[in-house]
Structures are given as C-alpha cells and as structure tokens.
C-alpha cells in the first residue's frame, strides 16, 4: 500500500466547494483499488487567510510544499476583497515558479454527454502543452515617464532550456498518444523569439523521426481549434499562446468548469501542483451549485501523473456516466448540484470496480 502526502488548498470562492467533494471520489477510487491511499492536509490559504496575516501564505510556504508529494489545488481570487495581481502573484505564480512547476498540460477532449457550442465538433481529444515558467509572462520590463510621453516595454524571455524542455515533454506525449504534434509559432510577426521557437521545434523533432509534426501561426491555429479541433492532437505552445488557446479548449468542450490542468515539475524534485483551469467563481460560491468535473478530473490527471492511468481512466468513465445521465450543473444547463454529481460518479465507481 503506498500513501501519497497531498498538499490541498481548497483556496477561495467554490474552490472551497469543489475540492472536497474531488477528495471524496479519489478517497472512494483508492479504497477500491487498496493498493494506494490519500493523506490530504489541507492548507487554509488564499485571500481570507490575506486578510487576517497580509500575505496569500506563509512566508516559509514553499518550504511546507516541498514536504508533500504532490499539490492539489482548488482555486484563489476574491475580486471584491483583494486585487487579483496579489491572489494571483502571492499564491499561484509563486507555487508554479518556485517550484519549478515548468509545464502546464490542459487537455480539451469533447466527453460522452456533452454538448459543444459547435454545431459540427467531431470528435476530438486534444493535450496543449504550455511552457509555464517564461516566455511573455516575464516580469521584465517597465513603464516610464507619464501622461502622453508614457512608456511600457514587457519584455519576452525564451531560453533554449525552457523551451526544449516543453517541445520535449510533448513529443514524449505525443508518442504515447497518436503521434502528431503541432507546435504552434507566429515566426511572421514575432521576429526574434518565435524564428527561434520554430529553430528549437526543427532540432527537437529531429529525434523524434516517428511523429508526425507541423508548425501553425497562432491566429490560424485559433481559427482550426473552432472549425476542426479534431485534426489536432498534442500541441505545444507559449506560455501566453497555449493560455489562450486552452481558454478556447475549455469552451469547445461545453464550460469552463470542466477543463482540469496540471502544472508539472518534470524532474520531480518538487511536488507538482494539480488545479482546474476555472477560477473562484464569486457569483456562484456558496450556492452549492458550482461544477466539480473540473476539479475532479484534474484529480484524473493526478492519478495519470502518480502512475495509475487505469484508475484515471476509470474516472473519466465515471465522469461521462454522469453526463450522459444528465446530472449536469447549470452551467451545463441542468438542475443538479455539486453534491449529486459527486454522489453519481461514486455511485458508478462503486458498481463498476
Ligand atoms: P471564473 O472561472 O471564476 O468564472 C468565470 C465564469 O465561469 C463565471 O460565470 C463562473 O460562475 C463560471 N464558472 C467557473 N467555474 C465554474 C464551475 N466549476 N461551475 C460552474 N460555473 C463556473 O473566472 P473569473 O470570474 O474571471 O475570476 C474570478 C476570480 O477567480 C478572480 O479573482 C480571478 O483572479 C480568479 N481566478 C483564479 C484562477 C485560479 O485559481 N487558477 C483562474 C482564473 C481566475
Ligand atoms: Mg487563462
């Protein structure tokens, strides 16, 4: 029997909601399986725990972190109370860049019981892979001088090694999937980074003679996620590219609350921090009504990244059972709450392991 330590931060808003109910079904999968087991501690930080000290965490919190084996995380933000460059700065990007959280992997895949806002969606099954440590989310720069004489210079940082490292990680993928990979570049407007994004693409895939590879513009590639988001598989992209086309990604599967994210530390010498892609939702939180699919598929790819993708896999199934049932939230447009979809997929994991 192996005990996983997990760090949990429920956060703010309905991640307060969502994260225990992801508990319990990973709790409920575990004990079926009886070969793995949860130690969750559950860490009260995020914007109420701003309020009373002034600061998101402790100040010694990276350190608590690196005792755990992994992080699962709810979702921070309190528009009303804290600005967000604080909740977010103090908490989320300090997690991901101290930790060395260096990839972002969201996956849009179109579940069984869904509806897409497209008319026409096929099939599709897609893995961004986003490089989440650089790139246009640096804080290198400025603003200077004021009124009509005022500057601002945000610099973009792309470093062989960064960059490598998410063109490899999703050839790795690729390669366990079904072997095409797309990176996605803008080389005709950006003139130095994205010739040198597309340089590092043609020698990394020059060890990967299998896969099948291209390169597509950003604004043509956000046009193809609409009108057929199946011809993709893995893509890798930017840190600002690939958050904007898993926003995208998120809406073609049907709602924002669905879509799961794990933010990885590849050489594992840190724990990796595992959160769905929605945010603290203020005008639902405390409803009872907020959608757990995203939190609890992100709990999938927790499993997945801990070795056990049969159980994943198992859960994914659990997840599409509820929806092909129609036990949908609201912004599914349906009547359940996060309770009853929670208690339908344990239902079905019950019966089905
Ligand atoms: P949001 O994702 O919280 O909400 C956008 C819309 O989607 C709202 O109408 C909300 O009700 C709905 N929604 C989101 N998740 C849902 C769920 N699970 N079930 C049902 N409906 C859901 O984004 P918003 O409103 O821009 O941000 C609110 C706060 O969350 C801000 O403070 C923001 O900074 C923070 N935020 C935090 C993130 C994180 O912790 N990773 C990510 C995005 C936003
Ligand atoms: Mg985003």
């Given at each position: 029997m192996k005990t996983y330590k997990i760090a949990t931060i429920p956060g703010d808003g309905?991640?307060?909601?969502?994260?225990?109910?992801?508990?319990?079904?990973?709790?409920?999968l575990a004990e079926l399986d009886g070969n793995l087991k949860f130690e969750w501690e559950i860490l009260p930080w995020g914007c109420d725990y701003y309020l009373e000290n002034g600061e998101m965490m402790p100040e010694n919190?990276?350190?608590?972190?690196?005792?755990?084996?992994?992080?699962?995380?709810?979702?921070?933000?309190?528009?009303?109370?804290?600005?967000?460059?604080i909740s977010l700065w103090g908490l989320l990007i300090k997690i991901r860049r101290g930790l060395k959280q260096t990839i972002n992997i969201r996956p849009a895949k179109?579940?069984?019981?869904?509806?897409?806002?497209?008319?026409?969606?096929?099939?599709?099954?897609?893995?961004?892979?986003?490089?989440?440590?650089?790139?246009?989310?640096?804080?290198?720069?400025?603003?200077?001088?004021?009124?009509?004489d005022e500057i601002a210079i945000q610099n973009a940082i792309f470093t062989r090694k960064g960059t490598e490292r998410a063109m490899r990680y999703a050839?790795?993928?690729?390669?366990?999937?079904?072997?095409?990979?797309?990176s996605a570049t803008k080389s005709n407007?950006?003139?130095?980074?994205?010739?040198?994004?597309?340089?590092?693409?043609?020698?990394?895939?020059?060890?990967?003679?299998?896969?099948?590879?291209?390169?597509?513009?950003?604004?043509?590639?956000?046009?193809?996620?609409?009108?057929?988001?199946?011809?993709?598989?893995?893509?890798?992209?930017?840190?600002?590219?690939?958050?904007?086309?898993?926003?995208?990604?998120?809406?073609?599967?049907g709602?924002?609350?669905?879509?799961?994210?794990?933010?990885?530390?590849?050489?594992?010498?840190?724990?990796?921090?595992?959160?769905?892609?929605?945010?603290?939702?203020?005008?639902?939180?405390?409803?009872g009504v907020a959608n757990p699919l995203g939190q609890i598929w992100t709990g999938k790819l927790m499993l997945d990244y801990l070795g056990y993708a049969r159980l994943g896999d198992h859960l994914l199934e659990a997840i599409e059972y509820s929806l092909v049932q129609g036990i949908k939230t609201r912004d599914l447009k349906g009547q359940a709450t996060t309770k009853e979809v929670t208690h339908?997929?344990?239902q079905y994991l019950k019966t089905k392991l």
């Open positions: 309905i991640g307060k909601e969502v994260v225990p109910e992801a508990m319990r079904v990973l709790d409920t919190g990276l350190e608590i972190l690196k005792n755990f084996d992994q992080i699962f995380l709810g979702s921070v933000g309190m528009p009303e109370l804290v600005p967000d460059h179109l579940l069984k019981g869904l509806d897409s806002p497209l008319k026409n969606p096929g099939e599709f099954d897609i893995m961004v892979v986003r490089e989440n440590s650089e790139g246009e989310y640096s804080d290198s720069g400025g603003r200077i001088h004021s009124d009509a050839c790795d993928l690729s390669n366990q999937r079904s072997k095409k990979v797309t407007g950006l003139s130095h980074s994205m010739p040198f994004w597309d340089d590092v693409f043609h020698d990394v895939v020059a060890d990967y003679p299998s896969l099948d590879q291209n390169s597509v513009h950003i604004d043509a590639m956000a046009a193809y996620m609409i009108m057929k988001p199946s011809e993709f598989d893995v893509i890798v992209a930017s840190n600002l590219f690939g958050d904007i086309l898993t926003d995208i990604g998120g809406a073609i599967m709602s924002i609350g669905i879509a799961p994210a794990a933010n990885l530390n590849v050489s594992n010498e840190f724990p990796s921090m595992f959160e769905p892609v929605h945010g603290s939702a203020p005008d639902i939180a405390g409803l339908t997929i344990i």
